[in-house]
């Protein structure tokens, strides 16, 4: 049961009935201990403030969940000119040392020996049951170290999971380091009109910045930056690690660029963003008691380490790709009011079926899509269900994912 303080704060934070952020995502990272103690701030807390950034409390972080705009109009920036989202909270980190591909491959699915240097990809962190740990993304540059970034709400059990692993490693006469990154802030620009903004910023051609790639770069004139072709809303766009002094001046100097529309935009927006590409949010649609291959997430498990069988609950995620799990999770349209986490899915006969991990009505489509565990057997696109809501039941019906079409940047 949630606090009366906690109560008060979630009514504070109440967002247009289509965005599941407060009452779902935020409502797993907030207690009335976050409301007592002082949240976490990011160094553009206070320009979030002075630009009419309404901010809450998210994974022990203070964040702005939508501007003065609102949500809906967040979201419409990104999918139609440039966003700006504040994704500090994140953890970056690095590994060093030479035996540091060894350490990561033996914590997850990734084969990133086979990783061209300055490229990476999305990886699931395992434990030993075939669970997920985390999502993260991993990124092998040129340099001496692989560069690392994993969510905000996993940050104090990723830390923990990798330095007790790192121990054991190194006991072993292993040769690696792992370095969490205090210096830099991170800022997600997505949207169509990231290339022709960014362009006039940096040396490089961005053209040759392919989806999961990286390069180290002076972006607005401000050294010492990371620029990565990757995102979660299905949009192009990039991530920009940079130094936490020039953060606010970055933000700044692309809000005023005249080649393309920029504005800002926060968790709601994001929210919204990734289920219509049909990203997961891990505590929502993956945890540690979901496999890879329940989630749909089977294509993080490299071809080499499926033959060499040597990642963390191999021999339980090994054995669910050939016989199939006994659930997936899937993508499902509804009519009536929209479901949220949590809501029930039913059969014909009114049997209950599964649970609705995320949802929201989605502003492009102007239909309600959610993300949910079913039985393998129902999983198949066209299948037809009921979604419970409020005591009453809406037709839903499997479909396939992303809901909207992603538009990375492959150059293919």
């Not at 952020?21 to 907030?30: G, V």
Request: include cysteine; glycine fraction near 8%.
């Amino acid at each position: 049961m949630a606090s009366p303080a906690l109560m008060r704060t979630m009514t504070r934070c109440s967002l247009p009935g289509w965005c599941s952020i407060p009452r779902i995502q935020l409502c797993k990272y907030m207690s009335s201990s976050d409301l007592d103690a002082d949240l976490k701030k990011t160094v553009l807390h206070d320009f979030h403030i002075d630009n009419g950034g309404k901010m809450v409390p998210f994974a022990g972080w203070s964040m702005p969940v939508q501007y003065k705009a609102g949500v809906l109009n967040e979201h419409k920036q990104c999918r139609e000119h440039g966003a700006i989202f504040d994704v500090s909270h994140m953890l970056q980190s690095k590994l060093h040392g030479k035996d540091r591909v060894k350490f990561i491959e033996s914590l997850t699915v990734a084969d990133v020996e086979g990783f061209k240097e300055n490229s990476g990809g999305l990886s699931l962190l395992m434990n030993d049951s075939g669970g997920i740990i985390d999502d993260l993304i991993i990124t092998k540059t040129d340099k001496d170290y692989l560069y690392i970034v994993s969510n905000a709400g996993c940050a104090d059990k990723d830390q923990a999971h990798i330095l007790e692993r790192l121990e054991e490693f190194q006991s072993k006469g292993h040769d690696v380091e792992f370095e969490p990154i205090w210096d830099k802030a991170l800022i997600a620009f997505q949207g169509p009109a990231v290339v022709r903004v960014l362009q006039e910023g940096v040396s490089f051609d961005l053209n040759q910045l392919t989806f999961m790639t990286t390069s180290e770069a002076t972006v607005f004139g401000i050294p010492g930056c990371r620029v990565t072709r990757c995102g979660y809303t299905g949009e192009d766009g990039v991530e920009i690690s940079v130094p936490k002094g020039d953060a606010v001046a970055l933000v700044m100097k692309l809000m005023e660029s005249k080649a393309g529309t920029v504005g800002l935009a926060g968790l709601g927006a994001r929210d919204s963003l990734r289920l219509e590409a049909g990203l997961c949010l891990y505590g929502n649609d993956i945890n540690d008691d979901t496999t890879p291959v329940e989630a749909n997430l089977s294509w993080t498990i490299a071809k080499r380490r499926r033959k060499q069988a040597d990642f963390p609950g191999a021999s339980h995620v090994l054995q669910q790709l050939k016989q199939k799990p006994s659930r997936r999770r899937v993508g499902l349209i509804s009519t009536g009011a929209p479901a949220r986490q949590g809501a029930e899915l039913v059969n014909d006969s009114s049997t209950p079926v599964g649970t609705v991990t995320s949802g929201c009505p989605s502003p492009l489509l102007k239909k309600n899509i959610m993300m949910a565990y079913i039985p393998q057997t129902l999983a198949k696109p066209g299948n037809q269900l009921s979604v419970r809501v409020r005591n009453k039941t809406y037709p839903a019906e499997v479909v396939k994912m992303p809901f909207v079409p992603t538009n990375y940047f492959t150059a293919k």
